[in-house]
């Protein structure tokens, strides 16, 4: 089957070599459409790679019949509706670290440029004036930089202004005292970082609580003469607020790389000389797009084609040493979750997951993710996967509940899935046996050792002579195939289990004919 990949802005044609070279993969470039044309033209396609320029909203999602994966060649995922591809269960992956350092670098030129106004002197020279009185600049030595958001792209713009001698000072949510002394910068709360710094360049991603964070009250808190970089996104800084503190004097100059409407051919602010602004060229280098494309291009790959990716920004990303460990648990956890799905059908209040044995010492976030899948997937269908599972659950209110410990009763891993209905708990566990595969090794109470795969009939019936006997006749009546069984009861006499491995999917109506066995209290098909 060929996977079809549409790429709806520039992309270096050099980094998606991956996809190029890769197998059963139909690419389809056009970067000129309308977001109207966008909307029918990425029907059919598995994959949509993008930089900034697309915007992808609810209602492109919405159209989108086949999309499983959007690749943003960059880092800031600002113009993907994320909540809308987690609900529909479309994985976002992006390029974190391909532009780091041309986005770095892009800041301290704008610095520079800003600082000795050579935007502005170009400018007059081409206008045919040689005036060097109008561009007195300063020199950034012994000035403070004040660094807000202190990430990947921060801390190199750090390095960078301690190779200009400037004393930096930065604040980040996560900025420990080993990193700062690392950098040999000060650490400051926003407002020290605001009243400390000449030069304020903002490093943060566009969230709710980074909108406009440089608006009127974050500029009075600033020295006056005060130089603002941003090179991150538009909207961090307040564009009337900048605009209304340069006309008053309050800031000598604003380098600008993003806006908080993209593209535009007429800007307020560019009428102002204290203003130098380049049209969104941080990751602008060959190097850097190269870089993205490829990151982005690999994952779409691997994702097609493996279901694994490196950069996933909707759902907790999982290291490969980690990955090796849990990977093979994959299959057996999600047939666990459909399996309990099917021997109960009241609502689940509650999922509680144990991982025993060597599994404890992982994240296993993504094992559970999988069987939280599989237990919804009975009533949503192919709709819920990894990315949407846990998000599902929580909208019908179901816990969810990891539990961990290293004794495993004698396996080397035990995964057992409990569900907690208003009609009680039932509960199944697995393991995987070495060079032997998955196992369900338990049901309810009942010791069991069934492949979970293919075709299966539950049945929970009175330990009697002649049960087993009449339902073998009853199913060779209904010309369905035994080909393994498995019994296990409480005590003798007691409640007892039959676990039936068969060709065929039971129909119903052979269910129901089970019922009707005498000593058998219920029975389940099973598809696994
Ligand atoms: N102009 C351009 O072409 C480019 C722009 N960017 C922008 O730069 C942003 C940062 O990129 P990276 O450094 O790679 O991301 P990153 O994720 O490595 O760093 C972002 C940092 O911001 C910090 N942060 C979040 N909220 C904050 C707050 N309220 N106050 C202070 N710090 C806060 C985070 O803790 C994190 O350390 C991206 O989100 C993107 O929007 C990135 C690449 C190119
Ligand atoms: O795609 C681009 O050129 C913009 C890069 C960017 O803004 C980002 O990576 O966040």
Redesign the pocket.
């Known amino acids: 089957m060929a996977f079809k990949v549409l790429i709806s802005d520039p992309l270096s044609e050099d980094g998606i070599f991956p996809l190029r070279q890769a197998e059963g993969f139909e690419i389809v470039i056009d970067t000129d459409l309308t977001p109207d044309q966008l909307k029918d033209r990425i029907k059919g396609f598995d994959a949509l790679l993008v930089r900034s320029q697309t915007t992808v909203t609810k209602e492109l999602l919405d159209s989108a019949d086949q999309l499983k994966i959007i690749g943003r060649a960059?880092?800031?995922v600002?113009n993907i509706d994320l909540d809308a591809a987690t609900e529909k269960g479309i994985i976002v992956v992006n390029a974190?670290d391909g532009?780091?350092n041309s986005?770095a670098e892009?800041t301290v030129a704008m610095m520079m440029a800003m600082a000795r106004k050579i935007p502005q002197a170009f400018n007059s020279l081409k206008n045919n004036k040689w005036d060097r009185k109008s561009f007195l600049g300063v020199e950034l030595k012994d000035k403070t930089l004040g660094i807000?958001?202190?990430?990947?792209?921060?801390a190199e713009v750090a390095r960078r202004a301690k190779g200009q001698r400037m004393n930096v000072i930065a604040?980040?949510?996560?900025l420990t005292e080993e990193i700062a002394k690392k950098l040999g910068i000060e650490i400051g709360t926003?407002d020290e970082v605001l009243a400390a710094a000449d030069f304020i360049t903002v490093?943060?991603?566009?969230?709710k609580?980074?909108r406009r964070?440089i608006n009127k009250e974050a500029f009075e808190k600033m020295k006056d003469g005060v130089q603002i970089i941003n090179?991150?996104?538009g909207g961090i800084i307040d564009e009337d607020a900048l605009y209304d503190a340069i006309v008053a004097g309050k800031v000598a100059g604003a380098a600008l790389?993003?806006f908080e409407e993209e593209p535009f051919l007429d800007h307020k602010l560019l009428t102002l000389p204290e203003v130098i602004a380049t049209p969104?060229?941080?990751?602008s280098t060959i190097e850097a797009q190269e870089s993205v494309a490829v990151d982005v291009s690999r994952d779409v790959v691997n994702f097609l084609t493996i279901g694994s990716v490196r950069n996933p920004v909707n759902l907790p990303s999982v290291s490969r040493d980690v990955l090796a460990k849990i990977e093979p648990f994959f299959d057996l956890t999600e047939k666990l979750g459909m399996f309990l799905s099917q021997i109960q059908n009241t609502v689940i209040d509650e999922i509680n997951i144990q991982y025993a044995g060597e599994l404890a010492n992982y994240d296993v976030r993504a094992l559970t993710r999988n069987t939280v899948k599989g237990l919804l997937k009975r009533n949503l269908g192919e709709t819920v996967n990894d990315v949407n599972a846990r998000l599902l659950a929580d909208r019908y209110g179901i816990k969810i509940n990891e539990q961990k410990t290293t004794t495993a009763r004698g396996f080397m891993n035990l995964i057992t899935v409990e569900v907690v209905t208003a009609k009680g708990i039932r509960k199944v566990a697995g393991t995987l046996l070495n060079g032997l595969g998955p196992r369900i090794v338990k049901v309810d109470d009942y010791v069991v050792d069934a492949i979970p795969q293919g075709h299966l009939l539950f049945i929970r019936h009175k330990d009697q002579p002649g049960a087993i006997g009449r339902v073998g006749t009853l199913l060779a009546e209904e010309n369905i195939n035994i080909a393994a069984m498995q019994v296990g009861r409480s005590a003798e006499g007691g409640d007892a289990i039959m676990m039936l491995t068969v060709d065929h999917h039971v129909e119903s109506a052979s269910v129901a004919r089970v019922k009707e066995v005498q000593n058998i209290h219920d029975a389940k098909a099973i598809d696994l």
Do not use: K, Q
Not at 203 to 207: A, I, Q
Not at 280 to 283: F, Y
């Open positions: 960059g880092v800031g600002d974190p532009n780091t986005a892009h807000i958001g202190l990430g990947r792209i921060g604040y980040d949510p996560f926003v490093h943060t991603p566009l969230l609580e980074t964070m090179c991150a996104r790389d993003v969104h060229l941080g990751a």
